[in-house]
């Protein structure tokens, strides 16, 4: 259903891959309540992607950049501005990856190497996309800002890896940025902790099927799926949302508030039944 929340807005989002992909949901919906998107990921993940199909779907382009790069990221900035017809109301950022995760290089014997690439990757290019969309006032007065997050930035998870030092980083830039963003611009910047999702970068975490059903049963109200953490980004770039901002905000069915359900109880004395 369309409430005509975006209507008029204009929107910039990082991150889609295929259907399985938050930023794909967020993209869809965008369009759905009447925003003028613009497209972008990695060269190599639109070739290996369908995010032309989603552009051609949302009646709009995907322009090719490196969220890592500053070049490319002033291109996409002043290209995207150019397609949707003046500065962005909201911005989407989607990106993370760690070579470490991929490559099931634990924790403990890190590739230091691989490490600075996943923060670079996963955390600085946040900064960077801001740092440029400042440079150029790219975004409207009282619009927002949101990045992807996940609850190992506080809490440690078995198999996160150096993604949760990412996510930690993330949310940092997002307080630092918005405090200046905020001060100069009423812009809002805010990050999603979102339920874990399948996703094409999710299914590389250690163990995410076991993770996902354990938080499942944490969880008083389930996990949160792509979808519904869609319509929450709505809700964000919304002018319903004018005074939130620096916050990292828990989309994950309560999980983030519990310490014990009934339902990972029993499954946790079943186990121990199992093993008599």
């Keep these: 259903?369309?409430?005509?929340?975006?209507?008029?807005?204009?929107?910039?989002?990082?991150?889609?891959?295929?259907?399985?992909?938050?930023?794909?949901?967020?993209?869809?919906?965008?369009?759905?309540?009447?925003?003028?998107?613009?497209?972008?990921?990695?060269?190599?993940?639109?070739?290996?992607?369908?995010?032309?199909?989603?552009?051609?779907?949302?009646?709009t382009i995907a322009i090719p950049a490196d969220a890592t790069n500053l070049t490319d990221l002033e291109n996409v900035i002043v290209k995207g501005m150019e397609q949707v017809g003046g500065k962005f109301d909201f911005i989407l950022h989607s990106i993370?990856?760690?070579?470490?995760?991929?490559?099931?290089?634990?924790?403990?014997?890190?590739?230091y190497d691989y490490y600075l690439k996943t923060l670079d990757i996963s955390a600085l290019s946040f900064h960077k996309l801001l740092q440029v969309a400042r440079k150029h006032d790219?975004?409207?007065?009282?619009?927002?800002v949101v990045a992807l997050s996940y609850v190992a930035a506080q809490r440690t998870l078995f198999g996160y890896n150096d993604m949760a030092d990412a996510k930690?980083?993330?949310?940092?830039?997002?307080?630092?940025?918005?405090?200046?963003?905020?001060?100069?611009?009423?812009?809002?910047?805010n990050t999603i902790s979102q339920s874990?999702?399948?996703?094409?970068?999710?299914?590389?975490?250690?163990?995410?099927?076991s993770l996902i059903d354990f938080t499942d049963r944490m969880s008083p109200l389930g996990n949160a799926s792509a979808l519904e953490c869609a319509d929450y980004c709505i809700s964000l770039f919304?002018?319903?949302?004018?005074?939130?901002?620096?916050?990292?905000?828990?989309?994950?069915?309560?999980?983030?508030?519990?310490?014990?359900?009934?339902?990972?109880?029993?499954?946790?004395?079943?186990?121990?039944?199992?093993?008599?």
């Design 138 to 144: 790219a975004i409207n007065e009282w619009g927002s």
């Design 168 to 189: 930690a980083a993330l949310e940092s830039i997002a307080r630092s940025f918005g405090y200046i963003y905020g001060t100069e611009k009423k812009v809002r910047i």
């Design 196 to 209: 874990p999702t399948i996703t094409t970068a999710g299914s590389g975490v250690k163990g995410i099927g």
């Design 1 to 59: 259903m369309s409430y005509n929340l975006l209507k008029g807005k204009r929107g910039l989002i990082f991150g889609a891959l295929n259907e399985m992909s938050i930023a794909w949901q967020v993209a869809e919906r965008a369009h759905e309540e009447g925003a003028t998107i613009v497209l972008t990921n990695a060269p190599a993940a639109m070739r290996l992607g369908e995010i032309h199909e989603l552009a051609k779907k949302c009646n």
């Design 96 to 111: 993370g990856m760690s070579p470490n995760v991929r490559k099931s290089i634990p924790y403990d014997n890190i590739n």
């Design 238 to 276: 919304s002018d319903l949302t004018r005074k939130v901002t620096m916050q990292n905000l828990f989309h994950d069915g309560g999980f983030s508030n519990m310490g014990m359900s009934e339902r990972a109880m029993m499954q946790y004395d079943k186990s121990f039944d199992e093993g008599q």
